[in-house]
């Protein structure tokens, strides 16, 4: 135990890694940081002549330290965070504000979650039934389409949950849509699906901007979302969409699969170059 007039030399430690280590630099996740840490320490912080010992923290340690250390356990610890969650009827595990799926099997079940910084493992009870890449996104349905072979066969309306739950993770926007639109006289199922076609056909970005101008005008419904993209898409003199709702690509899957949007007005500028700038370059 250390005296407080003697933490001035263990609290410099800190100091020092701070101002040495840590000052300039930049990292890109968590692992970035260990990785980075881990080459500074073998490589500057225990080559170098330590103040007060006068030597080497390496050859100190190979020295006198490293005899002295017991064996580790076979078995690391797990220090991941865990959790007991129930999921919900259409296969969903909340952990954080994002839900991750699992085999429609455990639906409705109290299963144990366990997380650390780069994965979701979800267990009932010692027997790992799925694991997923942790996204620290929000509002985000993280899905895998093998969890859902044979539901929409027994469940006849996981088709609409599956949906809503899709258009949901599209955002904020989306959330006030759909919470406006249940309080119309429209219904709210096949309205669901179709603004879900509408995001496969044109992209997320596209209908949430539809989303937003409808919300500004109170006009509900797909038919008004259609009509806002097309209106938008003739202003910008875009070109039709290269998919449609009965393409053969696995629309779940294209849901499922995280890619950046860009906004379609990015590559408009590209259409405005006039030819004499082609024979000018």
Same mark, same amino acid.
């Given at each position: 135990?250390?005296?407080?007039?003697?933490?001035?030399?263990?609290?410099?430690?800190?100091?020092?890694?701070?101002?040495?280590?840590? *000052?300039?630099?930049?990292?890109?996740?968590?692992?970035?940081?260990?990785?980075?840490?881990?080459? #500074?320490?073998?490589? @500057?912080?225990?080559?170098?002549?330590?103040?007060?010992?006068?030597?080497?923290?390496?050859?100190?340690?190979?020295? !006198?330290?490293?005899?002295?250390?017991?064996?580790?356990? %076979?078995? +690391?610890?797990?220090?991941? =965070?865990?959790?007991?969650?129930?999921?919900?009827?259409?296969?969903?595990? !909340?952990?954080? /504000?994002?839900?991750?799926?699992?085999?429609?099997?455990?639906?409705?079940?109290?299963? /144990?979650?366990?997380?650390?910084? %780069?994965?979701?493992?979800?267990?009932?009870?010692?027997?790992?039934? /799925? !694991?997923?890449?942790?996204?620290? %996104?929000?509002?985000?349905?993280?899905? +895998?389409?093998?969890?859902?072979?044979?539901?929409?066969?027994?469940?006849?309306?996981?088709?609409?949950?599956?949906?809503? +739950?899709?258009?949901?993770?599209?955002?904020?926007?989306?959330?006030?849509?759909?919470? =406006?639109?249940?309080?119309?006289?429209?219904?709210?199922?096949?309205?669901?699906?179709?603004?879900?076609?509408?995001?496969?056909?044109?992209?997320?970005?596209?209908?949430?901007?539809?989303?937003?101008?409808?919300?500004?005008?109170?006009?509900?419904?797909?038919?008004?979302?259609?009509?806002?993209?097309?209106?938008?898409?003739?202003?910008?003199?875009?070109?039709?969409?290269?998919?449609?709702?009965?393409?053969?690509?696995?629309?779940? =899957?294209?849901?499922?699969? #995280? @890619?950046?949007?860009?906004?379609?007005? =990015?590559?408009?500028?590209?259409?405005?170059?006039?030819? *004499?700038?082609?024979?000018?370059?």
């Amino acid at each position: 135990m250390k005296s407080p007039h003697e933490k001035g030399r263990v609290e410099k430690t800190i100091g020092y890694v701070k101002s040495n280590f840590l *000052s300039g630099r930049t990292f890109l996740s968590l692992t970035d940081l260990n990785l980075q840490a881990c080459s #500074w320490r073998d490589q @500057v912080a225990n080559c170098r002549i330590h103040g007060a010992t006068r030597t080497r923290p390496i050859d100190l340690f190979e020295q !006198q330290e490293k005899s002295l250390l017991i064996p580790l356990p %076979q078995i +690391d610890f797990d220090t991941r =965070l865990i959790r007991g969650v129930k999921s919900t009827s259409q296969s969903l595990a !909340q952990f954080e /504000t994002n839900r991750y799926s699992v085999p429609f099997a455990y639906a409705s079940r109290m299963l /144990t979650l366990k997380a650390d910084d %780069q994965s979701v493992f979800l267990y009932d009870k010692e027997k790992l039934i /799925t !694991q997923h890449q942790r996204s620290y %996104q929000k509002y985000q349905v993280i899905e +895998d389409p093998r969890h859902y072979k044979g539901l929409l066969s027994s469940r006849p309306h996981g088709a609409y949950f599956k949906e809503r +739950d899709a258009l949901l993770a599209l955002g904020d926007i989306a959330h006030h849509y759909v919470q =406006l639109l249940t309080k119309t006289e429209l219904r709210l199922p096949p309205q669901i699906k179709k603004i879900i076609q509408l995001v496969d056909l044109y992209g997320k970005t596209e209908v949430l901007a539809a989303m937003e101008h409808a919300l500004n005008h109170h006009a509900l419904g797909h038919d008004y979302l259609r009509n806002i993209i097309q209106a938008n898409r003739r202003k910008r003199a875009a070109s039709p969409p290269i998919g449609s709702p009965c393409s053969k690509i696995n629309p779940d =899957l294209i849901r499922s699969t #995280w @890619v950046e949007e860009r906004n379609p007005s =990015l590559y408009d500028a590209h259409f405005d170059i006039k030819e *004499s700038d082609h024979e000018n370059r």
